[in-house]
């Protein structure tokens, strides 16, 4: 499993990504990170603060060259898009966002005239919402040509997504994403609701890599955390430098807890799953951001030439 998210890096003025960001406050540009289940990040990147962040959730999963390879991918509310979950569900990854108000979300009936014995007053009574099976039948070789062609890296998934976000009522391939996406976050939804672990799974999911965006924005106390170059390249490189510092803090970390916990199972402790469950390597205490500067040898004294002077009360206290 894995979780995407993003968080706001404060850059300089006038340059091509960065720009004023109203939900994040400031400005600068977003660092947008894949986390898996083992508190690493597969892939990361810079991007602008004022576009869709859902758009860069497929294309970072196609990205990813690492040897995890996710079949369940969380993200926030802002996962919830109708051509993200038509492509992804395409392309074979099971998106599960977490998701906020779902009393407001749209439930979409199969078919105009099915009703459901317990669950019905879920689900849209406007017969327009109900799925277009036909359409999606018609488009569907042309959704298969446009996601092999995504996953050969012909199109740019983030590309596509924005055209298809534009949601134009002449463009029929966004509209047959359209139905693919309805369908799908439809059971979606129903999932959501019926499954309790599977809110607990994907809430721990998401509160991991929002952990992880706030681990390296303590890690980059450099230059106040503040991105000085304008470059784009440059500024990306940045944002997977860091994943690698952080990645490295996080190995060494999960050895000294490992040494740890056998030490104290070798003295008769009780370790329970249960309870290593809720251990983090995204620990601070024992990380020295600053280095370790030794002074034992910088203890030379004074010339007898110098002598500080000081009141006796002073010298007594």
Not at 109 to 131: C, E, G, M, Q, W
Request: aromatic share 10%.
């Amino acid at each position: 499993m894995a979780a995407v998210d993003g968080t706001m890096m404060e850059a300089a003025v006038d340059n091509l990504l960065a720009e004023t960001s109203i939900r994040y406050g400031g400005y600068g540009g977003i660092a947008h990170h894949l986390v898996a289940d083992t508190y690493v990040a597969l892939f990361s990147r810079f991007v602008p603060c004022g576009v869709w962040e859902a758009v860069y959730l497929i294309d970072s999963l196609l990205q990813n060259q690492s040897t995890a390879r996710p079949e369940q991918v969380h993200a926030d509310t802002q996962g919830q898009s109708f051509p993200v979950f038509g492509l992804a569900h395409i392309l074979g990854i099971d998106l599960l966002p977490r998701i906020r108000n779902f009393q407001d979300l749209t439930f979409h009936r199969p078919d105009p005239k099915v009703r459901y014995r317990h669950i019905d007053p879920l689900f849209s009574t406007d017969p327009r919402t109900a799925i277009d099976w036909d359409l999606i039948h018609r488009h569907w070789p042309d959704l298969m040509q446009v996601a092999l062609s995504v996953k050969q890296g012909t199109v740019s998934s983030v590309t596509l997504l924005r055209r298809l976000n534009n949601r134009s009522r002449k463009n029929q391939i966004y509209q047959a994403f359209r139905e693919v996406g309805r369908a799908v976050c439809t059971i979606v939804l129903l999932r959501y609701l019926s499954d309790p672990a599977l809110r607990e799974q994907i809430q721990k999911a998401t509160n991991k890599a929002e952990a992880y965006n706030g681990f390296t924005k303590w890690l980059h106390f450099g230059n106040a955390g503040w991105l000085a170059s304008r470059d784009p390249e440059l500024q990306d490189k940045a944002v997977k430098f860091l994943d690698l510092l952080a990645a490295s803090v996080v190995f060494s970390t999960s050895i000294d807890m490992t040494h740890v916990l056998r030490q104290m199972a070798r003295e008769g402790w009780t370790l329970n799953a249960s309870d290593l469950a809720v251990l983090s390597p995204y620990r601070r205490e024992t990380v020295l951001r600053f280095g370790d500067y030794t002074t034992d040898q910088l203890h030379v004294p004074l010339p007898p030439t110098i002598r500080l002077s000081m009141p006796p009360k002073a010298a007594e206290r």
